[in-house]
């Protein structure tokens, strides 16, 4: 079965400094890898998403993963945090045959001090 | 453009009552979906739905079931509501096809509290 974990449940950061975020997936083939970030009262929205090709792929609002078959991790980086990143960050990983049925890990919430 | 739409936003109901959530997907996107966000639980697929037809079902109970009109929006029902049904229903859709060709966009959810 897939299965998504994200070690770390709070992650703070000084604004301004350089963010990553871990994430380690199960799935016996190649799978597909999202990022998405949730602010407080709103839905997902979608940073980045990895199918093939390039390991290291470019999202919105600065944000980077790279995909490491070896290490079966997917993690999100941001060279300078803002204030405005502070939010909830899923991994999620989904099947190719399973249409849009996501498999998300338990989140890790960041805060950004000033 | 205008994004995922749900509603309510809010609900507040009572446990064995019924619940009916509803969502009106982006223009153009023929696949509907439904997650559970429940406190400690994280998101959970629950439904999803392409022209019309439910084409996989999250590890939900029976009493969680929906349906897609015509026009591609989507109702969630949920009868013989328990306390541990107290979530964010969050709905989301896209483009029909493989989920690589058409990431999902969320909307906003509906909170709803069983009391």
């Known amino acids: 079965a897939q299965s998504v974990t994200q070690p770390d449940i709070h992650i703070t950061v000084s604004e301004g400094a350089s963010l990553e975020l871990r994430c380690n997936y199960s799935y016996g083939a190649t799978p597909y890898l999202f990022w998405y970030v949730q602010s407080p009262g709103q839905g997902l929205q979608l940073l980045l998403k990895y199918f093939s090709g390039d390991t290291l792929v470019q999202g919105i609002k600065g944000f980077e993963a790279e995909f490491k078959r070896s290490q079966s991790s997917f993690n999100l980086r941001k060279p300078s945090v803002h204030w405005s990143d502070a939010a909830e960050y899923f991994c999620?990983?989904?099947?190719?045959?399973?249409?849009?049925?996501?498999?998300f890990g338990q989140g890790t919430e960041l805060s950004v001090k000033p | 453009e205008a994004g995922v739409t749900q509603s309510p936003t809010h609900l507040i109901k009572t446990r064995g009552q019924q619940v009916t959530l509803r969502c009106s997907p982006i223009s153009g996107h023929t696949s509907v979906y439904w997650y559970q966000q429940a406190l400690g639980l994280g998101l959970q697929f629950l439904l999803w739905?392409?022209?019309?037809?439910?084409?996989n079902r999250g590890n939900f109970p029976p009493r969680f079931s929906g349906r897609q009109f015509p026009n591609y929006s989507s109702e969630l029902n949920v009868n013989a509501l328990e306390l541990e049904d107290s979530a964010l229903y969050l709905c989301?859709?896209?483009?029909?096809?493989?989920?690589?060709?058409?990431?999902?966009?969320f909307g906003n959810g509906t909170r709803l509290t069983v009391t």
């Open positions: 739905y392409d022209e019309g037809e439910e084409r």
């Open positions: 989301a859709s896209s483009f029909p096809g493989a989920i690589y060709n058409s990431p999902l966009h």
């Open positions: 999620a990983v989904a099947r190719g045959d399973q249409g849009g049925k996501l498999i």
